[in-house]
């Protein structure tokens, strides 16, 4: 992570740590449609998300330091996780994830 000046390094990690495991969740799990113009699940209880069990043990982040000013990090970490895991997925098995979430294609 680029986020020019840190401040308080511990708090861009954990943001980034957040930031990771919510792409995690979203590219891997979650899924919403629409069903009679309505759009599905309502509630939380169908809606799949990844658990503290589904998160890695361990996430590395570098922080890369600059003298650019301090700014806000909010969740740039997030956008590309899904890629990644699906290009991780590719180099195992030869095999493309195109499809969102891509949990949806690990059993078929």
Same mark, same amino acid.
């Given at each position: 992570?680029? &986020?020019?000046?840190? /401040?308080?390094? +511990?708090?861009?990690?954990? @943001?980034?740590?957040?930031?990771?495991?919510?792409?995690?969740?979203?590219?891997?799990?979650?899924?919403?449609?629409?069903?009679?113009?309505?759009?599905?699940?309502?509630?939380?209880?169908?809606?799949?998300?990844?658990?503290?069990?589904?998160?890695?043990?361990? /996430? +590395?982040?570098?922080?890369?330091?600059?003298?650019?000013?301090?700014?806000?990090?909010?969740? &740039?970490?997030?956008?590309? /996780?899904? %890629? %990644?895991?699906?290009?991780?997925? !590719?180099? /195992?098995?030869?095999?493309?994830?195109?499809?969102?979430?891509?949990? @949806?294609? !690990?059993?078929?």
């Amino acid at each position: 992570m680029d &986020p020019g000046l840190v /401040i308080n390094p +511990d708090q861009v990690r954990a @943001q980034c740590e957040g930031a990771i495991i919510m792409g995690l969740s979203a590219s891997m799990y979650e899924h919403m449609y629409v069903e009679n113009g309505e759009l599905q699940p309502v509630i939380y209880g169908p809606y799949r998300m990844a658990l503290m069990k589904d998160s890695p043990k361990l /996430i +590395d982040i570098v922080l890369l330091q600059n003298a650019e000013k301090p700014g806000g990090v909010g969740e &740039p970490p997030l956008g590309p /996780i899904g %890629a %990644a895991i699906a290009n991780a997925v !590719f180099r /195992i098995t030869g095999t493309r994830l195109r499809r969102m979430p891509l949990q @949806q294609d !690990f059993n078929s």
